[in-house]
């Protein structure tokens, strides 16, 4: 008898999960993936075409909030949980509500979901989303360029099949593949600085192709999940200004705990977290190296005194649990006067508010489908404002016809701070 499996996840790590662990053992039988999180992305199906032959027909995705109904209908022996930047005690209530209603609850490790690759591989994590990942990996794509594959962290959203591997050259690509502004956000940058970067549901199969092409590999992380490939360096970024999420959040505190190098970033906005994050690698990774490097926020514009609304990188804002963002920062610093979208927003965004209401004050990219654009769109034009300060690490100008001057933030880190986490990576990589 195969065990009856259902996969509680987001559209990417449970995908992950799947592919590496369950998809060809026939001791096991995934009835159906959950989803959470991202807006729209359940009731779809994950295709025949990627879930193997066990699985003729495809396997459904449901929403989350039937899982004790699926538990009891479909006769699930274990749920595994397989998405990232949760709080400790809500894996624990979904592990209540799974146990509660008949199953068992699982998670899998590292060493059963790491996929070993042929070249040096280094991965940029974090402890929570939006604590600056990003910067961090474009520094190495603009360092290295095409010889190191730039891996991203899937965010599957459209037709899988499609998306099944996927290798983004240009910024046409971006367009011809119809990328999300959460995934222009991490794909632009690296695009820019003329790296490839790779993406998409089949990790094994994304990293063979990518080993054809490149000399290395970075794994570039999304929210605070550990890598889906071995490291042969792991650089995990924890945020001052959430001091104390290192060891409150699933997986961050993984990564937290397996990291070689710590960055400790924005330690200059919250000295007294930036401290406590250091106690607490003490206590549970005493071997890790711990380096603290700013991030430094720049504006494109001359906005003191003017009214400005400020668009903040969405999952930074919403699951990452951040009230603001780089964009909110640099306009404070540059004197405007902020203006609250909140009581503008429509559809789609309206909803984003009542479900993540900390972020009122700024306004979170929700940019997953054309409709949520279109609403973005529609809630930015509503404002009055002089200006739309644009925090996000893309450019929003191509998608949303705001009519409204659009000023941009760019985001990195100091240079000499940023330095010995450099000379390591170097020496993994042999240069």
């Known amino acids: 008898m195969r065990r009856k499996i259902l996969i509680i996840g987001a559209a990417g790590r449970d995908f992950h999960n799947f592919n590496v662990f369950y998809r060809a053992n026939p001791n096991y039988e995934v009835v159906g993936f959950t989803a959470a999180q991202i807006p729209g992305i359940e009731e779809r199906k994950y295709p025949h075409e990627i879930a193997g032959v066990l699985y003729p027909n495809g396997i459904p995705i449901y929403s989350e909030n039937r899982l004790e109904e699926l538990i009891k209908s479909k006769g699930v022996d274990e749920c595994a949980f397989s998405y990232s930047d949760v709080s400790h005690e809500q894996v624990m209530h979904l592990a209540c509500r799974s146990m509660a209603a008949g199953a068992s609850y699982v998670l899998l490790g590292p060493r059963e979901t790491m996929v070993k690759s042929t070249k040096k591989l280094v991965a940029v994590c974090a402890t929570r989303t939006g604590a600056g990942k990003s910067p961090l990996s474009k520094m190495l794509s603009k360092k290295y360029g095409r010889k190191l594959a730039i891996i991203r962290h899937p965010m599957p959203y459209g037709e899988l099949v499609k998306q099944e591997v996927q290798r983004f050259e240009t910024m046409k690509d971006l367009d011809e593949a119809k990328c999300t502004?959460?995934?222009?956000?991490?794909?632009?940058?690296?695009?820019?600085?003329?790296?490839?970067?790779?993406?998409?549901?089949?990790?094994?199969?994304?990293?063979?192709?990518?080993?054809?092409?490149?000399?290395?590999?970075?794994?570039?992380?999304?929210?605070?999940?550990?890598?889906?490939?071995?490291?042969?360096?792991?650089?995990?970024?924890?945020?001052?200004?959430?001091?104390?999420?290192?060891?409150?959040?699933?997986?961050?505190?993984?990564?937290?705990?397996?990291?070689?190098?710590?960055?400790?970033?924005?330690?200059?906005?919250?000295?007294?977290?930036?401290?406590?994050?250091?106690?607490?690698?003490?206590?549970?990774?005493?071997?890790?190296?711990?380096?603290?490097?700013?991030?430094?926020?720049?504006?494109?514009?001359?906005?003191?005194?003017?009214?400005?609304?400020?668009?903040?990188?969405?999952?930074?804002?919403?699951?990452?649990?951040?009230?603001?963002?780089?964009?909110?920062?640099?306009?404070?610093?540059?004197?405007?006067?902020?203006?609250?979208?909140?009581?503008?927003?429509?559809?789609?965004?309206?909803?984003?508010?009542?479900?993540?209401?900390?972020?009122?004050?700024?306004?979170?990219?929700?940019?997953?489908?054309?409709?949520?654009?279109r609403e973005l769109t529609e809630t930015i034009k509503k404002l009055k404002v002089d200006y739309v300060v644009s925090g996000t690490p893309m450019n929003l100008e191509g998608l949303l016809h705001i009519h409204r001057p659009l000023v941009h933030v760019s985001y990195s880190y100091d240079a000499k701070e940023i330095a010995p986490v450099l000379k390591e990576i170097a020496k993994v990589l042999g240069e």
């Open 181 to 373: 502004i959460e995934e222009r956000e991490e794909y632009e940058g690296h695009i820019a600085n003329g790296a490839i970067v790779w993406a998409g549901v089949d990790y094994e199969k994304i990293l063979r192709a990518a080993e054809k092409e490149h000399q290395y590999v970075l794994w570039d992380g999304g929210n605070n999940d550990f890598p889906f490939y071995k490291p042969d360096l792991l650089i995990v970024v924890a945020d001052a200004l959430r001091a104390g999420n290192e060891l409150q959040y699933y997986p961050g505190e993984v990564n937290f705990r397996m990291a070689d190098i710590i960055v400790i970033s924005k330690y200059s906005q919250n000295r007294k977290g930036a401290k406590l994050v250091e106690e607490n690698a003490e206590k549970v990774n005493p071997k890790a190296k711990i380096v603290r490097a700013d991030i430094v926020p720049k504006i494109d514009g001359k906005i003191k005194g003017k009214r400005v609304a400020i668009i903040e990188d969405g999952p930074t804002v919403t699951h990452g649990g951040m009230p603001y963002g780089a964009g909110w920062v640099a306009a404070k610093r540059a004197g405007a006067k902020i203006v609250s979208p909140f009581k503008y927003a429509v559809g789609s965004i309206k909803e984003t508010y009542k479900k993540y209401p900390h972020c009122k004050h700024v306004l979170p990219a929700m940019g997953y489908s054309d409709k949520q654009m």
